[in-house]
């Protein structure tokens, strides 16, 4: 019977120094920044792949706007435009993305760079870039296309709050996988 206390004693005092750790946790996780995320999504020659850029505001942080850089290596796939995506396909959210292709390397490897720029309506006080698919960028799938799995490696972002100014986000990479 001793042992039995000692170890109720034991599973009790473990549980109530597992409470602030389990307190600390949840508190680090409401200050979880923006997030961008690029899908990653698989595509055959001969097609068009879109390609997703979701987006999560962080724990009661309001983004009213942002700007990504996206490089990949455009050898075997060309970027041709970009549509919104549910989350901003309503009124008041402007989409700017354009794109640059750099001359080949010295290994013949060419890169492109997309400027991805995502405002929420400025006539909106504390309007803030909606949760979910902002955008989906498009990607031509030549037919002579060998299979490969191209990163889209964000290069530079930023996010800004209209309360606090600029926000850091958190931004991960994609990828595109030709079959």
């Not at 042992?3 to 034991?10: I, V």
């Not at 435009?81 to 700017?96: R, T, Y």
């Amino acid at each position: 019977v001793p042992y039995l206390a000692a170890g109720a004693m034991a599973i009790l005092s473990l549980s109530v120094l597992a409470v602030p750790a389990a307190r600390a946790q949840q508190d680090s996780a409401g200050a979880e920044p923006p997030t961008f995320i690029l899908g990653t999504v698989s595509g055959d020659p001969g097609r068009v792949v879109g390609v997703p850029l979701y987006f999560t505001n962080g724990q009661g942080q309001t983004v009213q706007s942002a700007h990504l850089e996206v490089e990949f290596v455009s050898n075997s796939v060309k970027f041709t435009k970009a549509d919104k995506g549910p989350a901003a396909s309503g009124k008041g959210f402007d989409l700017e993305v354009s794109s640059t292709e750099a001359p080949p390397d010295d290994k013949n490897i060419r890169r492109t760079l997309i400027s991805i720029d995502v405002t929420a309506d400025d006539s909106a006080a504390g309007k803030s870039l909606p949760d979910g698919i902002l955008s989906f960028l498009d990607f031509d799938v030549p037919n002579d296309a060998k299979s490969y799995s191209i990163e889209l490696k964000p290069i530079t972002f930023s996010a800004k709050n209209p309360a606090i100014g600029d926000v850091k986000p958190k931004v991960e990479a994609g990828k595109l996988i030709v079959s």
